[in-house]
């Protein structure tokens, strides 16, 4: 039974590929067939799962690939597919009828909320939980609700990798061997909070407020409860230096590039460098596996055109901190500054219309900032001019419904520095109608 129920499923795999359809449908094929099927794999001793709001897939693929470098044969989930049937499909393709995987490691990352599922059937030495935000507010509720769905999927003898800095990640914490990563303070953190959204500042242990000796970014710093112990663990991998400006970080003693030169992107990378030095592999080693991944990698948020400076910032729908992110990124820059916000479609994968994520947004950050106009569009481009006026921005606002309009009206009716905050469906469009002749 677990042979021919393999052997089919391969045969839906190569009718995918030959299609040019990747999808889910071997897995839930195969475990319809036999409910057991997870049981027939022969596993390498070696599993790490990657989980959280957001960067998963960023972090996963980083591990994956300095893995590769460093002479290990891995597995990992690169198209995406996070659930329990993309998992199971993932196996199929890379198994034998005899269900042995041809690798020394599984990477995979898994939707947070599927955690209790997928980790039951393939069970990780090593978690990554990246972060726990709002993000899908629809789908996923509230934090504590997807922070307990993933409380549920762990075990005392997994080993966890976390961002010693963010206090709301502590809760995961009980027997486990933990190792965390974290930043130092540097000249972009800060004394004050910017933000009045924070996930967690309260102390897990006596509820008093936490307080802060710094920020870097809504409630992740140095933190610390003035009632009791608790406070920021010591930070085992520590980014001693942060260069925004020259795309690097300083990790341990190891200089790092970074493709993006946003918070996020050194989170990740910390993250995935802690991963693999806890397999083994040196930190020198680690930092040019890094290297070599971004070396060639142009960084598409920031060209030149015509003279005028233009950065585009992928953001991700539903999800107000990698909003926040963003807006924190524009603040570093002086001088006058035109803004585009706007998407096609809230979501690729779910159809949800509601917007109240827009409320978790600091927008009134933006009123610190020389603002020129701020440019909505698309399908919600009336909706994300209500929450600017609520933020009273109203008089810097301008609304179109389709992007050539609004990049027609940047050209001819604005001087300022450009920055595009927009989801994925606009990310190259809005590229390549601001792109002709640009010096990139």
């Not at 927008?363 to 929450?387: M, P, Q, S, T, W």
């Amino acid at each position: 039974m677990n042979f021919l129920t393999i052997l089919m499923s391969k045969l839906i795999i190569l009718v995918g590929r030959v299609c040019h359809k990747g999808s889910s449908l071997p897995g839930k094929f195969a475990l319809k067939i036999n409910k057991n099927i997870f049981k027939y794999f022969k596993m390498p001793k070696t599993i790490i799962a990657v989980t959280g709001s957001s960067g998963k897939g960023s972090t996963s693929s980083t591990i994956a690939n300095v893995l590769r470098q460093n002479g290990y044969r891995v597995v990992h989930n690169e198209s995406g597919a996070n659930l329990l049937y993309g998992i199971l499909t993932l196996l199929l393709e890379n198994s034998n009828l005899r269900g042995e995987i041809d690798a020394d490691i599984i990477v995979y990352e898994v939707d947070e909320r599927y955690t209790k599922y997928v980790f039951k059937e393939v069970k990780p030495n090593y978690v990554i939980i990246t972060n726990i935000t709002r993000d899908q507010p629809p789908r996923q509720g509230n934090t504590d609700i997807v922070a307990n769905e993933i409380k549920k999927a762990l075990t005392n003898d997994m080993h966890l990798i976390l961002n010693g800095d963010e206090p709301n990640l502590r809760q995961f914490v009980q027997e486990n061997e933990v190792t965390y990563y974290g930043i130092a303070k540097n000249k972009y953190s800060y004394k004050v909070s910017k933000f009045n959204s924070l996930n967690t500042n309260y102390c897990p242990k006596c509820h008093s407020k936490l307080e802060y000796n710094y920020y870097d970014f809504e409630d992740s710093g140095d933190y610390y409860c003035p009632k009791c112990d608790f406070k920021r663990p010591q930070i085992e991998y520590l980014v001693e230096k942060i260069d925004y400006d020259k795309c690097y970080i300083k990790i341990n003693g190891t200089i790092v590039n970074i493709p993006y030169n946003i918070l996020f992107a050194i989170t990740n990378i910390a993250a995935a460098f802690t991963m693999c030095s806890l397999l083994g592999i040196s930190n020198d080693k680690i930092g040019i596996s890094i290297n070599n991944i971004y070396k060639n990698k142009k960084l598409l948020n920031k060209y030149n055109y015509k003279n005028r400076s233009i950065t585009i910032l992928n953001n991700k729908n539903e999800n107000s901190s990698t909003f926040n992110q963003s807006l924190l990124y524009v603040s570093r820059f002086k001088g006058q500054k035109v803004i585009l916000i706007g998407w096609k479609e809230i979501s690729r994968r779910y159809k949800f219309d509601d917007l109240s994520w827009l409320y978790d947004i600091e927008f009134e950050l933006l009123k610190e900032e020389e603002i020129e106009k701020i440019i909505c569009v698309g399908i919600n481009r009336y909706d994300i001019a209500a929450r600017l006026k609520y933020a009273d921005l109203e008089d810097k606002v301008v609304t179109f419904e389709k992007l050539d309009e609004a990049t027609q009206y940047i050209e001819n009716k604005t001087r300022g520095s450009i920055y595009a905050i927009v989801n994925f469906d606009y990310v190259q469009p809005f590229y390549d109608l601001m792109s002709e002749g640009a010096n990139k």
